[in-house]
């Protein structure tokens, strides 16, 4: 067994335990499921993700800071306190007019967890982590996301080894904006490579 698989097994292996345990504690009436969805919302739209978009933010505003994510993912977003299991060695891919990036994990479900929080069900499912491969225009299409036909889509598999975030680009309209602002544009999907950023009027860029 390759460490990736041995990886998969174990992460499969642990879901399956986790489930065990949510199950036995709503049995014995100790947590309700409500309260774990609640909880896993949390995690999966809130708190990751809101780690993520300040790493965006501050790339967006100091050019410094977005070279040093390009050369070291892991050392850049560490300096700002994130870092950690399911992100030991994170590659920054940044979006531009010509390129759209796009992060899956063909064979489980590797995310950046602590930039991003719990990975959305989409995202673990066999149909996304197929297809977005196979078909990234469509896929990104079924996500209300239309790119133009000249615009080059790459798709990056995450592993046990690697996770990716993606750096999407700045909406414009936003200059006068402050680093908090900005990070408040930032969406889970744009970091995922699945969706774009607000405008400042609270609409997809």
Known sequence: MSHDDHHHHDHDDVAVRAAALEAL?????????????????????DVGPQNGARVVA???????????LHANGTGAIGELG?????????????????????IVCTLCSCYPWPVLGLPPSWYKSPAYRARVVAEPRAVLAEFGLEL???????????????RYLVL???????????????AALVT??????????????????
């Open 58 to 68: 501050r790339a967006w505003v100091d050019d410094a800071y977005r070279e040093r």
């Open 168 to 182: 999407p680009m700045r909406p414009p309209g936003t200059e006068s904006l402050e680093e908090d602002e900005l």
């Open 25 to 45: 504690l709503v049995e014995k009436g100790l947590i309700s499921t409500d309260a774990i969805d609640a909880v896993v919302d949390l995690y999966e739209n």
């Open 148 to 162: 133009d036909p000249d615009v080059e889509i790459r798709v990056w598999d995450s592993t046990a080894e690697v």
């Open 188 to 205: 889970r999907d744009s970091m995922v490579g699945t969706g774009l950023p607000l405008s400042p009027t609270g609409a997809a860029a």
């Open 82 to 102: 994130y870092g950690g299991f399911e992100g030991d060695t994170m590659v920054v891919v940044e979006n531009t007019p010509e390129v759209h990036n796009v």
